[in-house]
């Protein structure tokens, strides 16, 4: 079964409106022959700019977290039924900076993807691990677990729209990418885990990017092995002809 590619970019903590706007404007002509599906992955104060800039273009828009409860007492935070509102599409689940920084769990990230499904967004769930857990062996069972519980309790429909980046968390940022090969069998464990849970033909099914230092030199070379199907791209995606390179590899 030939699965789509999915090129996603994530601005995490950057990029103002008008920013936005001038970004959006500059990339679209530059992708829109692609067969490639675009996203942008954008701040909260972004998106309602971003959508209405994206409309008529083959360009769709992300947001970066969500709360899982649809509303209540909690300060600072925006619900799935708020971004799908207002026409948001994607949301980044489980992100490596939001586990790091924010707490996030495995069991948080559960809910989280549920309720993205149960408000019609497509998740898009990263998993990976740290360089200590990798020169201790332990990458396949930590990315293997990470897998199994964010999509434990969902049905197989839900498991085959789910986005799973695989993002190795040393590689994020540090310029360090893992190799094609390195990252190709990672998503291929991520890939069996699934289908250990799911079935093979659910897993064939679910998109399964790479993240970690995606750049125009080195997309053409993750993006073309077997089990990789698109990136999602962190520094590279803030400039407009160099995002355009890795959505067009």
Same mark, same amino acid.
């Given at each position: 079964?030939?699965?789509?590619?999915?090129?996603a970019g994530?601005?995490?903590?950057?990029?103002?409106?008008?920013?936005?706007?001038?970004?959006?404007?500059?990339?679209?002509?530059?992708?829109?022959?692609?067969?490639? &599906?675009?996203?942008?992955?954008?701040?909260?104060?972004?998106? @309602?700019?971003?959508?209405?800039?994206?409309?008529?273009?083959?360009?769709?828009?992300?947001?970066?977290?969500?709360?899982?409860?649809?509303?209540?007492?909690?300060?600072? &935070?925006?619900?799935?039924?708020?971004?799908?509102?207002?026409?948001?599409?994607?949301?980044i689940i489980?992100?490596?900076?939001?586990?790091?920084? @924010?707490?996030?769990?495995? &069991?948080?990230?559960?809910?989280?993807?549920?309720?993205? @499904?149960?408000?019609?967004?497509?998740?898009?769930?990263?998993?990976?691990?740290?360089?200590?857990?990798?020169?201790?062996?332990?990458?396949?069972?930590?990315?293997?677990?990470?897998?199994?519980?964010?999509?434990?309790?969902?049905?197989?429909?839900?498991?085959?729209?789910?986005?799973?980046?695989?993002?190795?968390?040393?590689?994020?940022?540090?310029?360090?990418?893992?190799?094609?090969?390195?990252?190709?069998?990672?998503?291929?464990?991520?890939?069996? &885990?699934?289908?250990?849970?799911?079935?093979?033909?659910?897993?064939?099914?679910?998109?399964?990017?790479?993240?970690?230092?995606?750049?125009?030199?080195?997309?053409?070379?993750? @993006?073309?092995?077997?089990?990789?199907?698109?990136?999602?791209?962190?520094?590279?995606?803030?400039?407009?002809?160099?995002?355009?390179?890795?959505?067009?590899?």
């Amino acid at each position: 079964m030939e699965r789509r590619k999915v090129i996603a970019g994530n601005w995490k903590m950057n990029m103002l409106p008008n920013e936005a706007i001038d970004f959006i404007t500059e990339l679209t002509p530059l992708v829109k022959d692609t067969k490639n &599906e675009v996203i942008l992955c954008v701040p909260f104060i972004d998106l @309602f700019y971003a959508l209405l800039n994206v409309q008529d273009t083959n360009i769709k828009i992300g947001a970066q977290n969500m709360h899982f409860e649809e509303k209540g007492a909690y300060t600072g &935070e925006v619900s799935g039924k708020m971004l799908k509102s207002i026409g948001v599409e994607y949301v980044i689940i489980g992100h490596s900076e939001r586990r790091a920084y @924010f707490a996030e769990t495995d &069991e948080t990230v559960n809910k989280k993807i549920k309720s993205a @499904f149960a408000n019609d967004l497509k998740p898009i769930v990263c998993v990976g691990e740290t360089l200590e857990q990798r020169e201790k062996g332990e990458q396949v069972e930590v990315i293997t677990k990470q897998t199994k519980l964010a999509i434990e309790g969902l049905t197989p429909e839900q498991v085959k729209n789910t986005i799973v980046a695989y993002e190795p968390i040393w590689a994020i940022g540090t310029g360090k990418t893992a190799t094609s090969d390195d990252a190709n069998t990672s998503i291929q464990k991520i890939r069996e &885990e699934i289908a250990k849970n799911y079935g093979k033909e659910v897993a064939e099914c679910v998109i399964i990017q790479y993240g970690g230092s995606v750049k125009s030199e080195n997309a053409k070379e993750l @993006f073309t092995k077997s089990d990789i199907d698109g990136g999602l791209v962190g520094g590279a995606s803030l400039k407009a002809e160099e995002f355009a390179k890795i959505v067009n590899y």
